[in-house]
Antibody, heavy 120, light 107 residues
Protein backbone atom coordinates (compact mmCIF):
# COMPACT_ATOMS: atom_id res chain seq x y z
CA UNK A 1 0.00 0.00 0.00
CA UNK A 2 1.37 3.38 -1.02
CA UNK A 3 1.77 5.74 1.92
CA UNK A 4 3.01 9.32 2.01
CA UNK A 5 3.49 10.95 5.39
CA UNK A 6 4.28 14.64 5.52
CA UNK A 7 5.77 16.38 8.53
CA UNK A 8 7.46 19.62 9.50
CA UNK A 9 4.59 22.06 9.26
CA UNK A 10 4.49 24.75 11.92
CA UNK A 11 3.54 28.30 12.84
CA UNK A 12 6.37 30.48 11.61
CA UNK A 13 6.95 34.22 11.48
CA UNK A 14 7.18 36.08 8.17
CA UNK A 15 10.71 35.88 6.82
CA UNK A 16 11.35 32.60 8.56
CA UNK A 17 12.41 29.21 7.24
CA UNK A 18 11.00 25.71 7.47
CA UNK A 19 11.76 22.27 6.08
CA UNK A 20 8.98 19.87 5.19
CA UNK A 21 9.54 16.14 4.82
CA UNK A 22 7.51 13.43 3.13
CA UNK A 23 8.28 9.82 4.02
CA UNK A 24 7.23 7.40 1.29
CA UNK A 25 6.52 3.69 1.44
CA UNK A 26 4.77 0.98 -0.54
CA UNK A 27 6.42 1.71 -3.89
CA UNK A 28 9.88 2.02 -5.43
CA UNK A 29 10.47 5.65 -4.52
CA UNK A 30 13.49 6.11 -6.78
CA UNK A 31 11.43 5.25 -9.89
CA UNK A 32 9.01 8.17 -9.61
CA UNK A 33 9.00 11.92 -9.81
CA UNK A 34 7.54 13.61 -6.74
CA UNK A 35 5.59 16.81 -6.30
CA UNK A 36 4.52 19.30 -3.65
CA UNK A 37 1.04 20.84 -3.99
CA UNK A 38 -0.42 23.36 -1.55
CA UNK A 39 -3.88 24.50 -0.62
CA UNK A 40 -4.50 27.77 1.18
CA UNK A 41 -7.38 27.72 3.69
CA UNK A 42 -10.67 27.54 1.80
CA UNK A 43 -8.95 27.77 -1.58
CA UNK A 44 -8.08 25.50 -4.47
CA UNK A 45 -5.02 23.43 -5.30
CA UNK A 46 -1.75 25.08 -6.34
CA UNK A 47 1.24 23.22 -7.77
CA UNK A 48 4.44 24.19 -5.94
CA UNK A 49 7.32 22.05 -7.19
CA UNK A 50 8.27 18.78 -8.88
CA UNK A 51 11.51 16.81 -8.84
CA UNK A 52 12.56 14.05 -11.20
CA UNK A 53 13.04 10.49 -9.99
CA UNK A 54 16.81 10.85 -9.77
CA UNK A 55 16.68 14.33 -8.31
CA UNK A 56 18.69 15.74 -11.18
CA UNK A 57 16.01 18.19 -12.31
CA UNK A 58 13.71 20.43 -10.30
CA UNK A 59 10.87 22.74 -11.26
CA UNK A 60 9.06 25.48 -9.35
CA UNK A 61 6.01 27.68 -9.49
CA UNK A 62 6.92 31.33 -10.05
CA UNK A 63 5.38 32.17 -6.67
CA UNK A 64 8.07 30.17 -4.82
CA UNK A 65 11.03 30.23 -7.21
CA UNK A 66 14.19 31.39 -5.48
CA UNK A 67 12.71 30.84 -2.01
CA UNK A 68 11.83 27.11 -1.97
CA UNK A 69 14.07 24.14 -2.76
CA UNK A 70 12.79 20.65 -3.44
CA UNK A 71 15.09 17.70 -2.89
CA UNK A 72 14.96 13.97 -2.24
CA UNK A 73 16.98 11.24 -0.61
CA UNK A 74 16.32 8.03 -2.50
CA UNK A 75 18.25 6.03 0.09
CA UNK A 76 15.75 7.15 2.72
CA UNK A 77 12.62 7.22 0.50
CA UNK A 78 12.05 10.80 1.59
CA UNK A 79 11.09 14.01 -0.19
CA UNK A 80 11.88 17.45 1.18
CA UNK A 81 10.84 21.06 0.71
CA UNK A 82 13.10 23.76 2.11
CA UNK A 83 11.17 26.99 2.49
CA UNK A 84 12.85 30.36 3.08
CA UNK A 85 11.71 33.99 3.24
CA UNK A 86 8.24 32.80 4.10
CA UNK A 87 5.33 35.12 3.46
CA UNK A 88 1.78 35.22 4.76
CA UNK A 89 0.58 34.01 1.36
CA UNK A 90 2.58 30.79 1.82
CA UNK A 91 0.13 29.78 4.54
CA UNK A 92 -1.38 26.52 3.33
CA UNK A 93 -1.72 22.79 3.77
CA UNK A 94 1.22 21.27 1.90
CA UNK A 95 0.69 17.90 0.24
CA UNK A 96 3.32 15.65 -1.25
CA UNK A 97 2.15 13.61 -4.20
CA UNK A 98 3.56 10.63 -6.04
CA UNK A 99 3.97 11.58 -9.65
CA UNK A 100 4.51 9.36 -12.68
CA UNK A 101 7.80 8.22 -14.16
CA UNK A 102 8.14 11.65 -15.72
CA UNK A 103 7.44 15.13 -14.39
CA UNK A 104 4.54 15.52 -16.83
CA UNK A 105 2.21 13.03 -15.19
CA UNK A 106 -0.82 13.01 -12.97
CA UNK A 107 -0.52 12.67 -9.20
CA UNK A 108 -1.77 9.22 -8.28
CA UNK A 109 -1.23 9.22 -4.52
CA UNK A 110 -1.32 12.07 -2.02
CA UNK A 111 -0.34 12.38 1.61
CA UNK A 112 -2.65 13.91 4.19
CA UNK A 113 -0.75 17.18 4.25
CA UNK A 114 1.18 19.26 6.75
CA UNK A 115 0.04 22.73 7.75
CA UNK A 116 2.29 25.75 7.39
CA UNK A 117 1.04 28.96 8.98
CA UNK A 118 3.03 32.13 8.39
CA UNK A 119 2.00 34.79 10.85
CA UNK A 120 3.48 37.16 13.40
CA UNK B 1 0.79 29.18 -18.32
CA UNK B 2 -2.16 27.03 -19.31
CA UNK B 3 -5.39 28.17 -17.64
CA UNK B 4 -8.13 25.67 -16.80
CA UNK B 5 -11.67 26.94 -16.35
CA UNK B 6 -14.16 24.66 -14.65
CA UNK B 7 -17.90 25.09 -14.79
CA UNK B 8 -20.09 25.30 -12.94
CA UNK B 9 -18.32 26.42 -9.76
CA UNK B 10 -20.96 24.62 -7.72
CA UNK B 11 -23.72 22.16 -8.40
CA UNK B 12 -26.54 20.65 -6.37
CA UNK B 13 -28.08 17.35 -7.44
CA UNK B 14 -30.09 14.47 -6.05
CA UNK B 15 -28.99 10.93 -5.27
CA UNK B 16 -29.30 8.87 -8.43
CA UNK B 17 -28.88 11.84 -10.78
CA UNK B 18 -26.39 11.99 -13.60
CA UNK B 19 -24.13 15.01 -13.16
CA UNK B 20 -21.73 16.52 -15.63
CA UNK B 21 -19.25 19.33 -15.38
CA UNK B 22 -16.64 20.71 -17.68
CA UNK B 23 -13.05 21.87 -17.81
CA UNK B 24 -11.79 24.12 -20.58
CA UNK B 25 -8.10 24.64 -21.26
CA UNK B 26 -6.69 27.89 -22.61
CA UNK B 27 -4.72 25.96 -25.22
CA UNK B 28 -4.55 22.47 -26.70
CA UNK B 29 -3.41 19.97 -24.07
CA UNK B 30 -4.18 16.81 -26.09
CA UNK B 31 -5.49 14.34 -23.49
CA UNK B 32 -3.09 15.30 -20.67
CA UNK B 33 -5.83 15.96 -18.15
CA UNK B 34 -6.73 14.40 -14.83
CA UNK B 35 -9.73 14.71 -12.52
CA UNK B 36 -9.43 14.62 -8.73
CA UNK B 37 -12.01 14.31 -5.98
CA UNK B 38 -11.44 16.11 -2.69
CA UNK B 39 -13.87 15.23 0.05
CA UNK B 40 -14.21 17.74 2.93
CA UNK B 41 -11.14 17.63 5.16
CA UNK B 42 -9.39 15.02 3.03
CA UNK B 43 -6.56 14.90 0.54
CA UNK B 44 -7.33 14.91 -3.18
CA UNK B 45 -7.79 11.53 -4.85
CA UNK B 46 -7.05 10.76 -8.47
CA UNK B 47 -10.13 9.50 -10.31
CA UNK B 48 -9.38 9.92 -14.02
CA UNK B 49 -6.08 10.32 -15.90
CA UNK B 50 -5.29 10.93 -19.56
CA UNK B 51 -8.76 12.47 -19.89
CA UNK B 52 -10.74 9.23 -19.83
CA UNK B 53 -8.81 6.45 -18.06
CA UNK B 54 -10.35 5.35 -14.78
CA UNK B 55 -7.82 4.97 -11.96
CA UNK B 56 -7.70 1.48 -10.44
CA UNK B 57 -10.34 0.98 -7.78
CA UNK B 58 -12.46 3.98 -8.76
CA UNK B 59 -16.15 3.12 -9.25
CA UNK B 60 -17.30 2.86 -12.85
CA UNK B 61 -20.00 5.51 -12.32
CA UNK B 62 -17.20 8.06 -12.80
CA UNK B 63 -16.08 8.82 -16.34
CA UNK B 64 -14.20 11.42 -18.33
CA UNK B 65 -14.05 12.47 -21.95
CA UNK B 66 -12.65 15.10 -24.26
CA UNK B 67 -9.38 16.16 -25.83
CA UNK B 68 -7.71 19.32 -26.98
CA UNK B 69 -9.29 22.14 -24.99
CA UNK B 70 -12.67 20.80 -23.87
CA UNK B 71 -13.17 18.08 -21.29
CA UNK B 72 -16.14 16.61 -19.46
CA UNK B 73 -16.44 14.71 -16.19
CA UNK B 74 -19.57 12.68 -15.47
CA UNK B 75 -20.95 10.87 -12.46
CA UNK B 76 -23.70 8.41 -13.32
CA UNK B 77 -26.12 7.69 -10.49
CA UNK B 78 -24.85 10.14 -7.88
CA UNK B 79 -24.19 8.67 -4.43
CA UNK B 80 -24.11 10.48 -1.05
CA UNK B 81 -20.39 9.79 -0.70
CA UNK B 82 -19.74 11.76 -3.89
CA UNK B 83 -20.12 15.04 -1.97
CA UNK B 84 -16.80 16.71 -2.73
CA UNK B 85 -15.01 19.32 -4.74
CA UNK B 86 -13.72 18.10 -8.09
CA UNK B 87 -10.63 19.52 -9.75
CA UNK B 88 -9.20 19.11 -13.20
CA UNK B 89 -5.44 19.33 -13.73
CA UNK B 90 -3.33 19.54 -16.87
CA UNK B 91 0.11 18.00 -17.29
CA UNK B 92 0.77 18.82 -20.89
CA UNK B 93 3.26 21.47 -19.85
CA UNK B 94 4.82 23.05 -16.78
CA UNK B 95 3.66 24.65 -14.65
CA UNK B 96 1.09 22.05 -13.71
CA UNK B 97 -2.18 23.88 -13.33
CA UNK B 98 -5.51 23.07 -11.71
CA UNK B 99 -8.97 24.32 -12.39
CA UNK B 100 -10.66 26.30 -9.63
CA UNK B 101 -12.86 23.35 -8.71
CA UNK B 102 -16.52 22.37 -8.90
CA UNK B 103 -18.21 21.92 -5.54
CA UNK B 104 -20.84 19.19 -5.64
CA UNK B 105 -23.63 19.10 -3.09
CA UNK B 106 -26.49 16.71 -2.57
CA UNK B 107 -30.02 18.15 -2.58
Amino acid sequence: EVQLLESGGDLIQPGGSLRLSCAASGFTFSNYAMTWVRQAPGKGLEWVSTITSSGSSTHYADSVKGRFTISRDNSKDTLYLEMHSLKAEDTALYYCAKTGPTILSSFDYWGQGTLVTVSS
Amino acid sequence: DIQLTQSPSSLSASVGDRVTFTCQASQDIANYLSWYQQRPGKAPKLLIYDAFNLETGVPSRFSGSGSGTDFTFTINSLQPEDIATYYCQQYDNLPHTFGQGTRLEIK
